[in-house]
Protein backbone atom coordinates (compact mmCIF):
# COMPACT_ATOMS: atom_id res chain seq x y z
CA UNK A 1 0.00 0.00 0.00
CA UNK A 2 1.36 3.58 -0.75
CA UNK A 3 2.84 3.13 -4.00
CA UNK A 4 3.63 5.91 -6.20
CA UNK A 5 3.00 4.32 -9.43
CA UNK A 6 1.01 6.30 -11.59
CA UNK A 7 -2.78 5.06 -12.18
CA UNK A 8 -2.08 4.59 -15.71
CA UNK A 9 0.94 2.70 -15.89
CA UNK A 10 1.54 -1.24 -15.72
CA UNK A 11 5.41 -1.51 -16.34
CA UNK A 12 6.60 -4.26 -17.43
CA UNK A 13 9.94 -5.07 -15.19
CA UNK A 14 13.65 -6.65 -15.66
CA UNK A 15 16.03 -7.35 -13.82
CA UNK A 16 19.15 -10.02 -13.14
CA UNK A 17 17.75 -13.15 -13.29
CA UNK A 18 13.96 -12.68 -13.92
CA UNK A 19 11.15 -10.54 -15.17
CA UNK A 20 7.77 -9.32 -13.82
CA UNK A 21 5.45 -6.45 -13.43
CA UNK A 22 3.62 -3.72 -11.46
CA UNK A 23 -0.01 -3.06 -11.60
CA UNK A 24 -2.67 -1.26 -9.96
CA UNK A 25 -5.16 -3.64 -8.07
CA UNK A 26 -8.18 -2.66 -5.26
CA UNK A 27 -8.43 -0.99 -2.19
CA UNK A 28 -5.72 1.44 -3.62
CA UNK A 29 -2.85 -1.50 -3.77
CA UNK A 30 -0.20 -2.50 -6.35
CA UNK A 31 0.75 -5.54 -7.15
CA UNK A 32 4.55 -6.56 -7.44
CA UNK A 33 4.55 -10.25 -9.16
CA UNK A 34 7.44 -11.71 -10.64
CA UNK A 35 9.63 -14.78 -11.42
CA UNK A 36 13.10 -15.53 -10.95
CA UNK A 37 15.29 -18.44 -11.69
CA UNK A 38 16.19 -20.44 -8.99
CA UNK A 39 20.53 -19.65 -8.99
CA UNK A 40 18.94 -15.38 -8.57
CA UNK A 41 16.73 -16.82 -6.00
CA UNK A 42 19.40 -18.77 -3.90
CA UNK A 43 21.87 -15.32 -4.53
CA UNK A 44 19.43 -13.12 -3.32
CA UNK A 45 18.89 -14.99 -0.17
CA UNK A 46 22.61 -15.06 0.48
CA UNK A 47 23.05 -11.50 0.05
CA UNK A 48 19.97 -10.57 2.58
CA UNK A 49 20.02 -13.74 5.08
CA UNK A 50 18.31 -11.82 7.43
CA UNK A 51 14.89 -11.42 5.88
CA UNK A 52 12.34 -14.21 3.96
CA UNK A 53 12.83 -15.35 0.57
CA UNK A 54 10.26 -12.69 -0.79
CA UNK A 55 11.55 -9.68 0.17
CA UNK A 56 15.14 -10.45 -0.48
CA UNK A 57 13.80 -10.83 -3.86
CA UNK A 58 11.92 -7.33 -3.34
CA UNK A 59 15.38 -6.16 -2.18
CA UNK A 60 16.74 -7.54 -5.40
CA UNK A 61 14.36 -5.97 -7.91
CA UNK A 62 14.28 -2.47 -6.24
CA UNK A 63 18.45 -2.19 -6.44
CA UNK A 64 18.20 -3.72 -9.89
CA UNK A 65 15.31 -1.38 -11.04
CA UNK A 66 15.09 2.06 -10.72
CA UNK A 67 11.35 2.61 -11.58
CA UNK A 68 10.52 0.04 -8.93
CA UNK A 69 12.49 1.70 -6.21
CA UNK A 70 10.97 4.93 -6.77
CA UNK A 71 7.46 3.82 -6.93
CA UNK A 72 7.74 1.79 -3.66
CA UNK A 73 9.99 3.63 -1.82
CA UNK A 74 7.14 5.26 0.56
CA UNK A 75 4.42 1.88 0.19
CA UNK A 76 4.27 -0.78 2.49
CA UNK A 77 3.83 -4.58 2.50
CA UNK A 78 -0.59 -5.45 2.76
CA UNK A 79 0.43 -8.74 4.36
CA UNK A 80 2.86 -11.41 3.68
CA UNK A 81 4.43 -12.52 0.69
CA UNK A 82 2.88 -15.20 -1.47
CA UNK A 83 5.27 -17.19 -3.59
CA UNK A 84 4.22 -20.26 -6.18
CA UNK A 85 6.20 -22.76 -8.44
CA UNK A 86 8.15 -23.82 -10.17
CA UNK A 87 6.75 -23.08 -13.44
CA UNK A 88 7.17 -25.85 -16.24
CA UNK A 89 6.17 -24.16 -19.51
CA UNK A 90 5.54 -26.05 -22.65
CA UNK A 91 2.92 -28.40 -23.51
CA UNK A 92 1.90 -31.58 -20.96
CA UNK A 93 -0.87 -33.22 -21.81
CA UNK A 94 -4.58 -32.97 -23.25
CA UNK A 95 -6.17 -35.64 -21.23
CA UNK A 96 -6.77 -39.32 -21.34
CA UNK A 97 -9.92 -41.67 -21.74
CA UNK A 98 -12.61 -39.73 -20.70
CA UNK A 99 -10.43 -36.59 -19.54
CA UNK A 100 -9.63 -34.01 -21.04
CA UNK A 101 -7.22 -31.11 -20.45
CA UNK A 102 -7.40 -27.64 -20.68
CA UNK A 103 -5.70 -24.14 -19.56
CA UNK A 104 -2.41 -24.53 -17.60
CA UNK A 105 -3.18 -28.13 -16.78
CA UNK A 106 -2.55 -28.88 -20.62
CA UNK A 107 0.25 -26.79 -21.49
CA UNK A 108 2.00 -23.31 -19.62
CA UNK A 109 3.16 -20.37 -21.13
CA UNK A 110 5.54 -17.75 -19.61
CA UNK A 111 3.65 -15.21 -18.02
CA UNK A 112 5.91 -12.35 -19.42
CA UNK A 113 3.20 -11.88 -22.49
CA UNK A 114 0.07 -12.26 -20.08
CA UNK A 115 -1.64 -14.93 -22.16
CA UNK A 116 -2.30 -17.38 -19.49
CA UNK A 117 -5.99 -16.96 -18.90
CA UNK A 118 -6.58 -16.18 -22.91
CA UNK A 119 -5.25 -19.73 -23.21
CA UNK A 120 -7.55 -20.82 -20.56
CA UNK A 121 -10.80 -19.89 -21.70
CA UNK A 122 -9.72 -20.26 -25.97
CA UNK A 123 -8.63 -23.74 -24.90
CA UNK A 124 -11.75 -24.61 -23.14
CA UNK A 125 -14.22 -23.07 -26.43
CA UNK A 126 -12.00 -25.17 -28.73
CA UNK A 127 -12.73 -28.43 -26.64
CA UNK A 128 -16.29 -27.74 -26.12
CA UNK A 129 -16.72 -26.69 -29.71
CA UNK A 130 -15.45 -30.35 -30.59
CA UNK A 131 -17.75 -32.26 -27.41
CA UNK A 132 -20.87 -30.93 -28.31
CA UNK A 133 -20.67 -32.04 -31.83
CA UNK A 134 -20.87 -35.38 -30.83
CA UNK A 135 -24.46 -36.14 -29.85
CA UNK A 136 -23.54 -39.42 -28.53
CA UNK A 137 -21.83 -37.68 -25.40
CA UNK A 138 -25.00 -36.54 -24.13
CA UNK A 139 -26.10 -40.11 -23.23
CA UNK A 140 -25.76 -41.90 -20.53
CA UNK A 141 -23.86 -45.20 -22.63
CA UNK A 142 -20.48 -44.90 -22.63
CA UNK A 143 -18.79 -43.57 -25.59
CA UNK A 144 -16.50 -45.66 -27.78
CA UNK A 145 -12.91 -44.89 -26.61
CA UNK A 146 -12.27 -44.33 -30.75
CA UNK A 147 -14.57 -41.50 -30.40
CA UNK A 148 -13.09 -39.81 -27.82
CA UNK A 149 -9.79 -40.63 -29.19
CA UNK A 150 -10.58 -38.78 -32.55
CA UNK A 151 -12.06 -35.89 -30.24
CA UNK A 152 -8.96 -35.52 -28.70
CA UNK A 153 -6.66 -35.68 -31.67
CA UNK A 154 -8.61 -32.92 -33.15
CA UNK A 155 -8.75 -31.04 -30.30
CA UNK A 156 -4.96 -31.28 -29.46
CA UNK A 157 -4.31 -29.83 -33.26
CA UNK A 158 -6.69 -27.14 -33.02
CA UNK A 159 -4.71 -26.06 -29.76
CA UNK A 160 -1.00 -26.68 -31.14
CA UNK A 161 -2.40 -24.36 -34.24
CA UNK A 162 -3.77 -21.51 -31.98
CA UNK A 163 -1.01 -21.20 -29.32
CA UNK A 164 2.14 -23.31 -30.18
CA UNK A 165 3.51 -20.38 -31.12
CA UNK A 166 2.31 -18.15 -28.53
CA UNK A 167 4.28 -20.72 -26.29
CA UNK A 168 7.29 -20.31 -28.00
CA UNK A 169 7.70 -16.23 -28.07
CA UNK A 170 6.65 -16.38 -24.62
CA UNK A 171 9.71 -18.84 -23.69
CA UNK A 172 12.25 -16.48 -25.95
CA UNK A 173 11.13 -12.90 -24.33
CA UNK A 174 11.92 -14.54 -20.78
CA UNK A 175 14.85 -15.85 -21.76
CA UNK A 176 15.93 -12.11 -23.14
CA UNK A 177 14.57 -10.71 -19.67
CA UNK A 178 16.31 -12.78 -17.53
CA UNK A 179 19.79 -11.93 -18.74
CA UNK A 180 21.18 -8.79 -18.12
CA UNK A 181 23.23 -8.27 -21.32
CA UNK A 182 20.37 -9.13 -23.67
CA UNK A 183 18.10 -6.94 -21.47
CA UNK A 184 20.09 -3.87 -22.10
CA UNK A 185 20.16 -4.67 -25.89
CA UNK A 186 16.62 -5.01 -26.00
CA UNK A 187 15.68 -2.13 -23.66
CA UNK A 188 17.83 -0.12 -26.08
CA UNK A 189 15.92 -1.51 -29.23
CA UNK A 190 12.81 -1.10 -27.78
CA UNK A 191 14.17 2.87 -26.71
CA UNK A 192 15.34 3.78 -29.97
CA UNK A 193 11.92 2.03 -31.56
CA UNK A 194 8.76 1.68 -30.01
CA UNK A 195 6.81 0.07 -32.14
CA UNK A 196 8.96 -3.07 -31.24
CA UNK A 197 6.18 -3.15 -28.38
CA UNK A 198 3.39 -3.37 -31.15
CA UNK A 199 5.37 -6.31 -33.26
CA UNK A 200 5.75 -8.06 -30.03
CA UNK A 201 2.58 -8.04 -29.09
CA UNK A 202 1.78 -9.33 -32.52
CA UNK A 203 4.29 -11.94 -32.72
CA UNK A 204 2.72 -13.62 -29.59
CA UNK A 205 -0.92 -14.02 -31.36
CA UNK A 206 -2.59 -11.31 -29.56
CA UNK A 207 -4.23 -9.63 -32.36
CA UNK A 208 -4.43 -12.86 -34.62
CA UNK A 209 -8.34 -13.98 -34.74
CA UNK A 210 -9.23 -17.36 -33.00
CA UNK A 211 -8.94 -20.26 -35.21
CA UNK A 212 -11.84 -22.41 -34.24
CA UNK A 213 -14.04 -24.46 -36.66
CA UNK A 214 -17.58 -23.42 -36.02
CA UNK A 215 -19.23 -20.31 -34.08
CA UNK A 216 -16.53 -19.18 -32.36
CA UNK A 217 -15.14 -15.91 -33.43
CA UNK A 218 -12.50 -13.82 -32.33
CA UNK A 219 -9.84 -14.33 -29.62
CA UNK A 220 -11.79 -12.51 -26.03
CA UNK A 221 -9.97 -9.32 -25.25
Known amino acids: KGSSL ?3 LMP ?17 RVSLSCCIRRDWLERCRRQSPDVRAGEAVCLHVGSSCRGVERALASATPDG ?8 R ?3 RTFGNGGIFAIGNAAAEAHPIVAEGISIA ?11 TAHP ?15 IRADYAQAWRTNFSRRLFVAAAFAHIFM ?8 ATLLERFPRLLTEGARWTGKAEPFRG ?9
Not at 122 to 131: D, H, I
Not at 179 to 186: E, L, N, V
Open 6 to 8: PPD
Open 12 to 28: LLAFPGGYGGLVHTDGG
Open 80 to 87: AWLSAGPI
Open 89 to 91: TGI
Open 121 to 131: IQSAALLCERL
Open 136 to 150: ELRRDAACPPRVLKG
Open 179 to 186: RPMSTRIA
Open 213 to 221: TGSFGRAPS
